[in-house]
């Protein structure tokens, strides 16, 4: 048995989960740190931006293996979603606003 034999193979299309959550995700969380890091405190959306762009660079930085798809998704998904909930916030509590 040779090193080659027991070498497992990269997944070819590894890429496609951190790049479907890093082409919305990332100008969103660029735009949420931009606005909110500003400010001089840390509150619970920066927290969630922080949390977000650690994951979605876990998602680029697992390694390339079939068995770690999963990982690959759930990290790149959560990432999207967490940089998408500031946002819907905003837009939940302008909607309230509007509303009352």
Do not use: C
Not at 13 to 28: F, N
Not at 50 to 66: F, K, M, Q
Request: no cysteine; charged share 10%.
């Amino acid at each position: 048995m040779t090193i080659d034999d027991v070498q497992l193979r990269p997944h070819a299309t590894w890429w496609k989960a951190p790049l479907a959550a890093s082409i919305p995700g990332l100008p969103l969380l660029v735009w949420q740190f931009l606005t909110f890091w500003g400010d001089g405190y840390t509150s619970g959306n920066e927290a969630t931006s922080l949390t977000s762009l650690v994951l979605l660079a876990v998602s680029w930085l697992l390694p390339h293996r079939r068995s770690l798809r999963e990982w690959r998704m759930i990290a790149a998904g959560t990432a999207l979603a967490m940089a998408l909930l500031p946002v819907v916030q905003a837009i939940l509590l302008v909607a309230a606003m509007a509303s009352a």
